[in-house]
């Protein structure tokens, strides 16, 4: 018996990033994956016009800012696919090819989720639990945005958490980096974003009832400890 193939969905948050996320939801559309959706959270810059400007995508646009995780909320909530890919508008050296090796791990059902990993020294020491670049089943991981859609940057380790005990794949994504902060705006404005993103993950483990036992499995365990 023939079974269907899941079908995706790409999912492009973006926040004032008309400079550089072009390229990406054009590989987006090019890698032949599935729907493209861009969601604009409520960016200052003609990010909206550049999305919309690009054939094959669908924009998301609201008027509030709200943060890194109700943006891919509201982009999986108006996806059609069974997985969710999840991708940072700002990233260099990407490639239809890196998207589909995310993709691959889910649609031949040996695994419930999939990171990629970046090549460069601070990704991997660093930043690996944190990165975007991902794939889920939308009806798993679909419950778990609904609570976590006001976490801002704590996203990641958010789900990394609740897939503690999930089949969840490091894929290399070797040549891939994201545009780094200081590139991107002023000094002090480099500054202050990444101050408030590493902020937002240090209280959300803070917060938590449980803070080794969450820094454990949200940072460490399926991406430095080597369970896979």
Known sequence: MSTSVPTVSIIVPAFNEHERMAGVLQI????GLGEVICVNDASSDNTREIAQSIKGVKVVSYDKNHGKAYAVWRGVNEAKGDIVLFVDADLIGLSPALLASLVAPLRD????AAVGIRGEIWDKVFFRPVNGDRAYFKKDVLP???????KGYGLELSLNYEYRNKRVKMVAFEGVHQFFQ??????TGAVKQLGQQWREIYLLVLRHERPLHFFYYAYLYHFYVGRQ
């Not at 778990?144 to 006001?150: A, W």
């Not at 200081?182 to 000094?187: E, L, N, Q």
């Open 182 to 187: 200081f590139k991107k705006k002023s000094f």
């Open 144 to 150: 778990y945005l609904e609570r976590f859609r006001d």
């Open 109 to 112: 059902g040996q695994y419930d």
């Open 28 to 31: 987006a559309v090019d890698s």
